[in-house]
């Protein structure tokens, strides 16, 4: 009996009553950790870490950089994307608006069209192109959540993406997400809170999106006519572009099909064009999305004085990097949450501000609210963010102690919330993969699968990110989608995926042997009696063993148990 | 289990306890019957038609009397030859021209110079706030529509209640009510290579979602078992289009026809929607040819189209067109036209007393501008919806459809 975990955990809390359950067996821990911590479990994995010890497994996890995953690690260099600079990013989204600006001004329309139809086969086709890259980077995401060793961390990534949210079809966060995504994020994703928050608000990618980027002093614009006149034209910045004009496929889902935002003169002086004023929608999502939350006790009053706070953190588009602009800057005292910020300060005050708000009582609350409800149950219990909070307060917001007493709460282990969660599409599609042993190929199919069944990668619009609720997820259509990605993917006919079910499940005539090979390979063991007699009932009229199998391999995945997590 | 209508009404309902119906069926029977017979049937339908990437209001509603249009648009000005006049002031684009036998049975109203509250040119923010209902607060996690749906009437016996045509539920959708996103209702349901094949598995799946499913994927499984049956039994992609109407092969026209028949199939559509795209004309606009007049052409066909095949139920049915924003009144250096602020919105059908442009009209000189550039806001688009919602869907709770908003102003569209 190697999980005691569960039991010592409830021995440690003292006030907090569970409803009295039997002690989960090694496998049941097992199972569970794998589809918390791991985008579900990959054939014989569950018996091998219950074997080894779960506790074992998720401490590896958890100290992820010693997990060493040479496979892994061949697979993304074939990846162009994860090695491509954000400049260059940029060079290629400025070379394809040239050129479509080229080409919308050819006055014969024949001639016009077939130049942008080339572009287009450019676009899609070329290796190197923004699109291309930019389908990249979606596949790459499958191929790290599928076969990645370090699956808590794949989690965790995920996890922080839709936390600080980006919308990678925004104009500019096209050539900049890339680089948010696999630097910004999953360079902090178990790092310190303040050190991730301070990374994604210095971000282009986050800079544009929440159009920061754009926000300067009242006033400022004048004194830099001003200083532009003192200084006989020369610009003291680079343009900071608006550049939010564009907006080339506003349904989710679908990638620009030219892969291109064009881009007139009157929007090219209009980008010339210095920003107007102060822009307050960083600063109220910094507070009510990534910190404090809605109802972290801040003002309005709040909102407009951490947006001066943060006036001159802006995009140079030159080097597509982040920097601080002086002229710009708010040097106005300013107050927050009942702080006093002087003035003159430039960059310091933002980052006196950024670590204020980091170490926050209602910022540890609500970001451990949110981890507690992507691990432990949609509505977190209060005993399991009261443990992360408190690890929160004993590490200074290390986020891996703060996963690691979420993980030893004994709320994570209550029988009341194991497999209490529906997976989100991303988590049905990469786990369904794990669980037949199969891997996405390198096209953008099986992302473009994910995004039909809702959740089109990068693409949430809105600045809350996708949700983690079942209510997000289920819906009518919805389940029919997974239904049919089940049946199609077990038998083998699913565009961008590999599979291979005699890896998995050997071919039998027996139907009973059958299921039961097909609930231990897929579901773990957690198959219900009246699914395993449904299957059997169906599985009467298919003579040929090799359809058999299909069949119950689609059922499984498909049906109610799979969903859950 | 299939049963058609008419076998449950020869049996009474009670066989249906025998035959096995599961309770759910049962209410959706029961519906079925209660609203059957077609004449006289109360009914109603709201189609919400979003034109994804600002529409050029100016064009297709053209403020023929303002002079500054033509002033303001030497390449892109529509011929005024060609122009359907529609009250002296104002005229629709030539290619709108099979929307004016609707206008003259004052079944077309249009508002002009409508739009958001917010000042944003960012077709991103500015089609959440249309979407969410709540201009400059994105934090609203639910859309108008999805609100409305959320008072308990008698629609909610039904999976089609809600039907959006796409591969995602859009924002407008969003929320806790239950709404359905079908691609395309031929394709909806199981897909296999043979018609046993997707028996076969819609009875498997059924049998193991009844058999243990739980909690929210319980329910809506059972609404889509429910929604295939009901699909099944009244098999509404098999109507042709009534009255000689001849829908286009475009996907906007297609999915007007799948409404059209979920319509005349009787199956409960309180709120549907469907979007088309290509607005964002910053280049080469056109004026009577070209990339504009191309969108509207598709657009006019699908909606008369859509209009004469649903004929005389056009009264249960009522279309609005919206998008999230106009465009700048002088054209560009590219002629075409960049992002802007007031654009117009179309309403037909239903009891809307058409014939009229809704309205004050704030004029197109530089002065009367927003900002020197667009065509100024006098109409909050929420007061639009609130007046098509409470006007032809029925008693509506406003403020919690548009929280915030707590004075709708009359636009007087039905009455």
């Not at chain 1, 210095?274 to 999305?289: C, F, K, Q, V």
């Not at chain 1, 809105?462 to 239904?483: I, K």
């Not at chain 2, 706030?129 to 994105?138: I, R």
């Not at chain 2, 929607?273 to 191309?294: K, S, Y």
Request: hydrophobic content about 40%.
């Amino acid at each position: 009996m190697k999980c005691i975990i569960p039991v010592l955990g409830l021995g440690l809390r003292l006030a907090a009553p569970l409803p009295a359950q039997a002690p989960m067996t090694a496998i049941d821990s097992a199972r569970h950790v794998l589809s918390r911590l791991a985008y579900g479990a990959t054939p014989g994995e569950i018996e091998a870490i219950a074997h080894d010890g779960v506790m074992k497994w998720v401490d590896r996890q958890l100290g992820f950089s010693d997990v060493h995953d040479p496979a892994l690690a061949d697979l993304e260099r074939g990846f162009d994307v994860l090695h491509v600079s954000r400049l260059e990013m940029q060079d290629l989204q400025q070379k394809n608006q040239a050129k479509v600006q080229q080409a919308q001004a050819i006055g014969d329309s024949a001639a016009r069209q077939r130049l942008l139809d080339e572009i287009r086969t450019e676009q899609q086709g070329g290796r190197r192109s923004l699109q291309a890259l930019i389908a990249q980077l979606q596949t790459v995401t499958l191929v790290r959540a599928v076969q990645s060793d370090r699956q808590l961390d794949e989690i965790l990534v995920d996890f922080w993406t839709n936390h600080f949210n980006v919308f990678i079809n925004k104009g500019q966060d096209r050539p900049y997400f890339a680089d948010y995504l696999d630097r910004t994020i999953r360079g902090h994703s178990l790092g310190r809170f303040e050190d991730l928050l301070v990374a994604t608000a210095k971000s282009p990618a986050m800079l544009f999106y929440l159009d920061n980027a754009e926000s300067v002093a009242d006033g400022s614009d004048q004194r830099l006519a001003a200083m532009q006149r003192g200084h006989g034209g020369v610009r003291p910045f680079p343009a900071i572009g608006r550049g939010r004009g564009i907006f080339p496929n506003p349904r989710p889902g679908v990638f620009p099909q030219n892969g291109a935002d064009p881009m007139t003169p009157t929007q090219l002086a209009a980008k010339q064009r210095a920003p107007r004023g102060l822009n307050e929608n960083y600063a109220r999502e910094l507070m009510e999305l990534h910190t404090l939350g809605v109802d972290g006790g801040y003002s309005q009053q709040d909102v407009i004085a951490v947006a001066r706070i943060l006036t001159g953190w802006g995009i140079d588009r030159k080097d597509a990097a982040y920097t601080f602009r002086d002229a710009v800057h708010d040097n106005q005292s300013k107050m927050v949450l009942g702080q006093q910020f002087s003035g003159g300060h430039g960059e310091d005050e933002g980052m006196r501000l950024l670590k204020m708000l980091a170490n926050e009582p209602a910022t540890m609350h609500h970001v451990s609210a949110q981890l507690c409800a992507r691990f432990v149950n949609d509505v977190p219990p209060d005993g399991c963010i009261d443990d992360a909070v408190h690890a929160w307060q004993k590490s200074g917001g290390d986020i891996r102690e703060v996963v690691r007493a979420i993980l030893h709460s004994p709320d994570f282990w209550a029988s009341v919330n194991v497999q209490s969660k529906v997976k989100t599409p991303l988590e049905f599609v990469v786990s369904a993969l794990r669980a037949v042993n199969g891997t996405p190929d390198s096209t953008p199919r099986l992302a473009q699968r994910v995004g039909q069944l809702g959740e089109p990668l990068f693409q949430h619009a809105t600045p809350d990110g996708y949700g983690e609720r079942q209510q997000d997820w289920v819906n009518s259509g919805a389940l029919l989608a997974r239904m049919n990605f089940a049946v199609q993917l077990a038998g083998g006919k699913m565009p961008g995926a590999v599979v291979d079910l005699d890896r998995v499940v050997a071919v039998t005539d027996d139907h009973a042997a059958l299921i039961a090979a097909v609930d231990k390979a897929v579901l773990g063991g957690a198959m219900t009696q009246r699914t395993r007699e449904t299957i059997l009932k169906e599985l009467a009229d298919v003579p040929d063993p090799r359809m058999a199998r299909a069949l119950a391999v689609g059922l499984a995945i498909g049906g109610p148990e799979f969903q859950r997590q | 289990m299939a049963i058609s209508r008419r076998a449950f009404m020869k049996a009474g309902g009670l066989a249906l306890v025998s035959l096995g119906a599961d309770p759910i069926f049962l209410d959706r029977a029961a519906y079925a019957l209660k609203t059957a017979g077609g004449t006289g049937s109360a009914r109603k339908t709201l189609v919400c038609l979003f034109q994804r990437g600002a529409v050029d209001g100016l064009s297709m509603i053209v403020p023929a009397g303002d002079p500054w249009y033509w002033q303001e648009r030497s390449r892109i000005a529509l011929p005024k030859e060609q122009l359907v006049s529609l009250d002296g002031m104002f005229a629709l684009h030539p290619r709108l021209a099979p929307l004016k036998p609707l206008w003259d049975q004052h079944s077309l109203a249009i508002v002009h110079a409508v739009g958001s509250p917010s000042t944003t040119r960012s077709h991103f923010d500015a089609q959440d706030y249309m979407e969410s209902g709540t201009p400059d607060v994105k934090s609203t996690p639910d859309g108008w529509a999805n609100r409305y749906c959320n008072h308990p009437e008698e629609h909610a016996s039904t999976p089609f209640r809600a039907v959006a045509f796409g591969p995602q539920l859009p924002r407008t959708m969003a929320g806790s009510a239950p709404s359905l996103a079908i691609d395309d209702l031929r394709t909806f349901g199981m897909r296999a290579a043979q018609a046993s094949g997707e028996v076969k598995l819609t009875r498997a799946f059924e049998e193991l979602y009844q058999g243990a499913a739980t909690g929210l994927v319980a329910s809506s499984s059972a609404e889509s078992f429910e929604a295939i049956k009901m699909l099944k039994t009244a098999n509404p992609t098999a109507m042709p289009p009534a009255n000689g109407a001849v829908y286009g092969k475009s996907k906007l026209a297609n999915s007007l026809q799948q409404i059209a028949q979920l319509i005349k199939a009787d199956l409960g559509v309180e709120i549907a929607f469907v979007d088309v795209g290509g607005w964002d004309t910053h280049v080469n606009q056109g004026a009577d040819q070209g990339q504009l007049a191309g969108r509207l052409d598709e657009l006019a066909g699908a909606l008369a189209a859509f209009t004469t095949d649903l004929g005389e139920q056009m009264r249960d049915v009522v279309v609005i067109t919206m998008s999230e924003f106009g465009r700048t009144v002088k054209e560009n250096g590219t002629s075409g036209t960049d992002h802007g602020h007031g654009t117009a919105m179309m309403i037909m059908g239903g009891n809307v007393q058409g014939g009229k442009v809704y309205g004050r009209w704030p004029g197109l000189s530089p002065e009367q501008r927003y900002e020197g550039r667009d065509l100024a806001v006098t109409t909050d688009f929420r007061s639009v919806f609130s007046e098509v919602l409470q006007g032809h869907l029925g008693p509506a709770n406003i403020s919690q459809v548009f929280p915030g908003f707590d004075h709708p102003a009359k636009v007087g569209m039905f009455g």
